[in-house]
């Protein structure tokens, strides 16, 4: 409400002029009834839409609004939604012209309604393969070295981060610097190697 009033108050005025918000905060109340506590947030808003100009000067703020500047707002405007509308109805043409185009040596005879049920279990037939190839992929070769690969990866790591716990010989023979053969026949001897 305060909104569209303080616009109007700006644009009706007969001086025309600029204002300060000092001014505003007392000439609002009075001439369209916008409480003083309010004029700033109405006016910020305003600024914020464009509907008002605002520029500091030195210290203060000067507000205005003439009624030319939402004339060619208007008109700008307008002329974008023309021209926007013009557009939307050449590619309108343009698209009913194609689809004229496209229905050219499209009758509908026995021969394309048999063709187009061809074309259509040739389709769901696809789809069928489509489904038993994915049921099969397991077996295939392809798939499998893939799968081998993987496995072989898979493991060279694990052993890369387990091979020390594991294979039980590599620790004793860099901490001690033994021979692999005697660590082996030590820990032959324990009862934890099997």
């Not at 898979?154 to 716990?165: I, L, P, Q, S, V």
């Amino acid at each position: 409400m305060y909104f569209s009033s303080l616009f109007f108050f700006f644009n009706s005025f007969k001086q025309k002029d600029v204002f300060q918000l000092k001014d505003m905060e007392k000439i609002a109340p009075k001439e369209k009834g916008i409480t003083a506590m309010s004029v700033k947030e109405v006016l910020q808003s305003l600024v914020d839409d464009g509907m008002v100009d605002c520029e500091r000067i030195g210290t203060s703020n000067y507000y205005w609004a003439f009624p030319s500047k939402a004339l060619h707002t208007r008109k700008r405007k307008l002329e974008v939604l023309e021209s926007q509308l013009s557009e939307g109805n050449q590619k309108h043409a343009n698209l009913q012209k194609s689809i004229e185009k496209a229905k050219i040596g499209r009758h509908e005879t026995e021969e394309r309604t048999m063709l187009a049920k061809e074309l259509s279990s040739l389709r769901d037939q696809k789809e069928q393969l489509k489904a038993e190839v994915e049921k099969y992929k397991e077996c295939d070769p392809q798939v499998v070295e893939e799968m081998r690969q993987a496995n072989k990866v898979a493991k060279e790591a694990a052993n890369r981060w387990t091979g020390k716990y594991y294979n039980g010989t590599v620790e004793p023979v860099k901490l001690f610097h033994t021979y692999h053969d005697k660590c082996t026949v030590l820990f032959k001897k324990t009862h934890f190697w099997k």
